[in-house]
């Protein structure tokens, strides 16, 4: 399971390099992170559509490789600032954890 709110997150990363249909996504994501990360059809489409209500996305119908139509995802020029904004955030808050994780005591 994604941690609340990142999912939002991981969705606009994998739009960063161009438009993508909902299945791609979901194995842009699972490929990327080694399968560590996995994003089922029942969360994955619910956050696209809240990213497309709050203007971060844009949606178009096309045909995928399959020639199947389906509907294209793209990162707007407000999602690309929240991107920015919410992964220097996600940074930080990380890096706090793993500075956590790594202080004496030892989990060794």
């Excluded at 996504?25 to 559509?49: F, K, N, Q």
């Amino acid at each position: 399971d994604l941690l609340q709110g990142t999912l939002g997150l991981v969705i606009l990363k994998a739009l960063l390099g161009g438009e993508l249909h909902g299945y791609a996504i979901a194995r842009w994501v699972e490929e990327t992170t080694g399968d560590v990360l996995r994003v089922e059809e029942g969360s994955l489409y619910p956050a696209l559509r809240r990213l497309e209500d709050r203007g971060f996305i844009a949606a178009q119908w096309g045909l995928s490789e399959n020639n199947r139509r389906a509907r294209f995802y793209g990162l707007t020029a407000a999602g690309r600032r929240y991107l920015k904004a919410e992964a220097e955030r996600w940074l930080e808050f990380s890096g706090a954890v793993t500075r956590v994780l790594r202080a004496a005591p030892s989990l060794a």
